[in-house]
């Protein structure tokens, strides 16, 4: 019996669909092709789709499309639906909820679940201090705050980000990005006073931990200085860049230099967060303890809501009135966030993440020992990359990596890529999927691999 048997998210899922991989069409099917028409007809251009279906149930391991095609989901909407989609627990919790109020504005009259989450967040974020947290609609937002509350708390100005890191798509979060296109390109001005450090990225620089460290502090003393710097902000893994898990000694030197230098070290947990990577937390993998940390993705089942959770001095430094926003910590997301909480704690989610990172360990440094052109394989949990190559030059190979997840979506396998050189293969499954499902998607990407030249 594996973790996954005893897991309420059953592995039906939410709306009870058949575990399957089922195409009855090709991808894209009829139905799917008119929606995409009329998508291009009425939405923005500069908003994409990864896999061009027209989706209509989910829930367990699998994505159903209009047209009946059941296609397995490896990327659980961005590292959201980690519980699994349309969880019933999380369902039953929004019914309730939305049938008694959906709105007050929490500035204006407060709720029981904007403060239960509020406790459950500085109960389960790491370190045993005090804490106060702040919720918001989205990661870029919780970020934007984290980096308010830190500026007001230090009455420093400048902020630290790294080499590829990802941290949204609003006009501060951007100048935090490292990554151009399609990020920031064109969007400018950005932000002011942000700066960038180099990352420890083992795979690539050949430093320790403590070498890469010493490399990024000397950078951000000579460029920034101490007396300047309010916050260091960074993913302990970093998600868009490309899953990139900084060599042993990276982050505890970084901390303590912030601790050392009076500079708020935030942690951005917003695709790390919540048993993804096998702990609750990624800085919990490392032993960390940061000064804020941001969450959104994995908090509420797949509703919008985000957070910011850190000391209680440095969380109360703002002025009354200085932080909120009209939906931040609707009570619907709240909700929704309470039940999924509950399962991260209850439910056997962080076995269940450990049993995934096996699985895909396992079976992606098979591929990397048949297949020169698999590079890398890293991460922890329910987020593992494999890095793809020139097996000659070492260089990133994008259209590789393209060429291999398009081929996968037409198999009916959704695969996400990221990575600043488009070339890491990312999987973040639901914790829902079977462990058959699973090996039946890394089944679909071996042959697609095989299959690309
Ligand atoms: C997704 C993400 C964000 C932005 O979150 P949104 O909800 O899309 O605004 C910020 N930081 C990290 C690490 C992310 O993965």
Same mark, same amino acid.
């Given at each position: 019996?594996?973790?996954?048997?005893?897991?309420?998210?059953?592995p039906?899922?939410?709306?009870g669909?058949?575990?399957?991989?089922?195409?009855?069409?090709s991808?894209?099917?009829p139905?799917?092709?008119?929606?995409?028409?009329?998508?291009?007809?009425?939405?923005a251009?500069?908003?994409?789709?990864?896999?061009?279906?027209?989706?209509?149930?989910?829930?367990?391991?699998?994505?159903?499309?209009?047209?009946?095609?059941?296609?397995?989901?490896?990327?659980?909407?961005?590292?959201?639906?980690?519980?699994g989609?349309a969880?019933?627990?999380?369902?039953a919790?929004?019914?309730?909820?939305?049938?008694?109020?959906?709105?007050?504005?929490?500035?204006?009259?407060?709720?029981?679940?904007?403060?239960?989450?509020?406790e459950?967040?500085?109960?389960?974020?790491?370190?045993?201090?005090?804490?106060?947290?702040?919720?918001?609609?989205?990661?870029?937002?919780?970020?934007?705050?984290?980096?308010?509350?830190?500026?007001?708390?230090?009455?420093?100005?400048?902020?630290?980000?790294?080499?590829?890191?990802y941290?949204?798509?609003?006009?501060?979060?951007?100048?935090?990005?490292?990554?151009?296109?399609?990020?920031?390109?064109?969007?400018?001005?950005?932000?002011?006073?942000v700066?960038?450090?180099?990352?420890s990225?083992?795979?690539?620089?050949?430093?320790?931990?403590?070498?890469?460290?010493?490399?990024?502090?000397?950078?951000i003393?000579?460029?920034v200085?101490?007396?300047?710097?309010?916050?260091?902000?960074?993913e302990?893994?970093?998600?868009?860049?490309?899953?990139?898990?900084?060599?042993?000694?990276?982050?505890?030197?970084?901390?303590?230099?912030?601790?050392?230098?009076?500079?708020?070290?935030?942690?951005?947990?917003?695709q790390?967060?919540?048993?993804r990577?096998?702990?609750?937390?990624?800085?919990?993998?490392?032993?960390?303890?940061?000064?804020?940390i941001?969450?959104?993705?994995?908090?509420?089942?797949?509703?919008?809501?985000a957070?910011v959770?850190?000391?209680?001095?440095?969380?109360?430094?703002?002025?009354?009135?200085?932080?909120?926003?009209t939906? #931040?910590?609707?009570?619907? +997301?709240? /909700? $929704? @966030?309470? %039940?999924?909480?509950?399962?991260? =704690?209850?439910?056997g989610? *962080?076995?269940?993440?450990?049993?995934?990172?096996?699985?895909?360990?396992?079976?992606?440094?098979?591929l990397?020992?048949?297949?020169?052109?698999?590079?890398?394989?890293?991460g922890?949990?329910?987020?593992?990359?494999?890095?793809?190559?020139?097996?000659?030059? #070492?260089?990133?190979?994008? +259209?590789? /990596? $393209? @060429?291999? %997840?398009?081929?996968?979506?037409? =198999?009916?396998?959704?695969? *996400?890529?990221?990575?600043?050189?488009?070339?890491?293969?990312?999987?973040?499954?639901?914790?829902s999927?079977?462990?058959?499902?699973?090996?039946?998607?890394?089944?679909?990407?071996?042959?697609?691999?095989?299959?690309?030249?």
């Amino acid at each position: 019996m594996t973790a996954a048997d005893t897991l309420t998210t059953t592995p039906l899922g939410g709306p009870g669909l058949p575990q399957e991989r089922r195409l009855v069409t090709s991808i894209p099917g009829p139905r799917s092709q008119e929606l995409l028409a009329r998508k291009a007809d009425a939405v923005a251009a500069g908003v994409g789709h990864t896999a061009p279906v027209e989706a209509v149930a989910a829930g367990g391991g699998v994505i159903v499309d209009a047209d009946g095609n059941s296609l397995i989901d490896l990327g659980s909407g961005i590292a959201v639906t980690t519980v699994g989609n349309a969880h019933p627990k999380v369902v039953a919790a929004v019914q309730e909820q939305v049938a008694q109020f959906t709105h007050t504005c929490f500035m204006i009259a407060p709720y029981d679940s904007y403060v239960s989450v509020a406790e459950a967040l500085n109960r389960i974020t790491p370190g045993d201090h005090a804490k106060k947290s702040a919720l918001f609609n989205s990661g870029a937002e919780a970020v934007e705050n984290a980096i308010k509350i830190a500026r007001k708390y230090t009455k420093k100005q400048a902020v630290v980000a790294f080499d590829h890191g990802y941290h949204g798509r609003t006009n501060l979060t951007m100048a935090l990005t490292a990554k151009a296109m399609p990020y920031k390109s064109g969007f400018g001005p950005f932000a002011s006073e942000v700066y960038r450090a180099p990352l420890s990225y083992p795979y690539r620089d050949g430093l320790t931990g403590p070498e890469a460290a010493k490399k990024a502090i000397s950078v951000i003393e000579k460029q920034v200085g101490a007396d300047n710097l309010a916050a260091v902000i960074i993913e302990p893994i970093q998600g868009e860049g490309g899953f990139i898990v900084p060599a042993e000694g990276f982050l505890p030197a970084i901390v303590e230099w912030c601790r050392a230098n009076g500079v708020v070290f935030i942690a951005d947990e917003i695709q790390t967060g919540f048993a993804r990577t096998g702990e609750m937390f990624a800085s919990d993998v490392f032993g960390i303890v940061p000064d804020l940390i941001t969450t959104a993705k994995g908090i509420a089942g797949g509703l919008p809501l985000a957070a910011v959770t850190g000391r209680a001095e440095i969380m109360d430094a703002s002025h009354a009135g200085g932080l909120g926003g009209t939906y #931040g910590g609707n009570p619907i +997301a709240c /909700a $929704a @966030a309470l %039940a999924t909480i509950d399962l991260f =704690e209850n439910d056997g989610m *962080l076995e269940r993440a450990r049993e995934v990172e096996t699985i895909l360990k396992g079976r992606l440094t098979a591929l990397q020992a048949a297949d020169p052109r698999v590079g890398d394989v890293r991460g922890h949990g329910a987020m593992i990359a494999a890095e793809f190559v020139d097996p000659v030059t #070492g260089e990133p190979d994008a +259209a590789l /990596a $393209a @060429a291999v %997840a398009k081929a996968c979506i037409a =198999e009916g396998v959704i695969v *996400l890529t990221c990575g600043t050189y488009g070339n890491v293969f990312r999987f973040l499954p639901p914790l829902s999927i079977t462990d058959d499902l699973l090996h039946e998607g890394l089944d679909v990407v071996a042959a697609a691999l095989a299959a690309a030249s």
